[in-house]
């Protein structure tokens, strides 16, 4: 049950497009199309942003979008705001039936 | 809405054991798998558990098994996770969540447990 692998940090400036990549194996991200992402702001719990790779919830931004190619899925968010400035995490469901979270990354607006 | 409250949190000394309970409202209980997520002071986010919706299935974290227990009662809308053996890294912040969809949908707030002596 290693974590997927995200970037640490990302960083862009207000109104640019940033992606957020998160890599793992054929036993989870390549191997199913159940992975999600999550906003996390200091102190708060996390927020479902996107699921089943490229679903957004009812009040979420058209601004944050999914894919997944392989083994790896990325978020991206377009016409970064200030307020999008927060920890992203992905998940995914694994072969074993579990889950498993990335490693997170640091999204910084400059 | 939707409101998940943890509790049972605290300090426990190395080896002891804890119990956290999640009351759930503003949803039907009965139909939601549920997991238990923590977070490491500053550090990510780290699957622990997971219960079908009717409780018939358990699913555990490789670093966690064999120490804790989940368990739910649907007739009090309650999550539960019994921790024992503890030791200084299950320090963090455990969330409840729901999942009806391979998906970690609402979270609680989370309660603070810290493994000190």
């Known amino acids: 049950q290693s974590a997927l692998t995200q970037p640490a940090s990302v960083s862009g400036s207000p109104g640019q497009s940033i992606t957020i990549s998160c890599t793992g194996t054929s036993s989870d991200v390549g191997g199913y199309n159940y992975v999600s992402w999550y906003q996390q702001h200091p102190g708060k719990a996390p927020k479902l942003m996107i699921y089943e790779v490229s679903n957004r919830p009812s009040g979420v931004s058209n601004r944050f979008s999914g894919s997944k190619s392989g083994d790896t899925a990325s978020l991206t968010i377009s016409g970064l705001l200030a307020e999008d400035e927060a920890d992203y995490y992905c998940?995914?469901?694994?072969?074993?039936?579990?889950?498993?979270f990335g490693t997170g990354t640091k999204v910084t607006v400059l | 809405q939707v409101q998940l409250v943890e509790s049972g949190g605290g300090v426990v000394q190395p080896g002891g054991s804890l119990r956290l309970s999640c009351a759930a409202s503003?949803?039907?209980?009965?139909?939601?798998?549920m997991h238990w997520v923590r977070q490491a002071p500053g550090k990510g986010l780290e699957w622990v558990a997971y219960i079908r919706s009717d409780g018939s299935n358990k699913d555990y974290a490789d670093s966690l098994k064999g120490r804790i227990t989940i368990s739910r009662d649907n007739s009090k809308n309650t999550l539960y996770v019994q921790m024992n053996s503890l030791r200084a890294e299950d320090t963090a912040v455990y969330y409840c969540?729901?999942?009806?969809?391979?998906?970690?949908?609402?979270w609680g707030q989370g309660t603070l447990v810290t493994v000190s002596s």
């Open positions: 998940s995914s469901y694994t072969s074993s039936s579990t889950r498993v």
């Open positions: 503003g949803l039907t209980f009965s139909y939601y798998g």
């Open positions: 969540v729901t999942d009806l969809r391979y998906l970690f949908e609402y």
